[in-house]
């Protein structure tokens, strides 16, 4: 059974950073298998936000695109998020999920496992 944990969400200023984390246990890194974040504002649909592959590969929304960093770690079975340069409408909780690469890009209705989340709140 797959489980994802998120931690490191908070409150920040703009222009600040955060790390979020994602713990991923029971789940089988094969070929075309990817884990990413989601995010979901109030009133707004669940929208990705970033993917890895099981190669390490990175893939970004285009609102992430030069602000935030994917990332994996094989032996300690994470996959983190650095934002940076974070805006108000950054606002939103955060959501690690867990599929094959093509349900992740297809959008949120196609994801079958996800965490918990983690709030980010970003002030102006």
């Known amino acids: 059974q797959v489980q994802l944990m998120e931690s490191g969400g908070g409150s920040v200023q703009a222009g600040g950073s955060l790390r979020l984390s994602c713990v991923v246990s029971?789940?089988?890194?094969?070929?075309?298998?990817?884990v990413g974040w989601f995010r979901q504002a109030p009133g707004q649909e669940r929208e990705g936000v970033a993917t890895i592959d099981s190669d390490g590969n990175p893939s970004y929304a285009d609102s992430a695109k030069g602000r935030f960093t994917i990332s994996k770690d094989n032996a300690e079975n994470t996959v983190d998020l650095q934002l940076s340069s974070l805006k108000p409408e950054d606002t939103a909780m955060y959501y690690c999920a867990a599929d094959l690469c093509w349900r992740l890009v297809q959008g949120a209705e196609e994801v079958r496992d996800w965490g918990q989340g983690t709030q980010v709140t970003v002030s102006s």
């Open positions: 029971g789940y089988t890194w094969s070929s075309g298998s990817c």
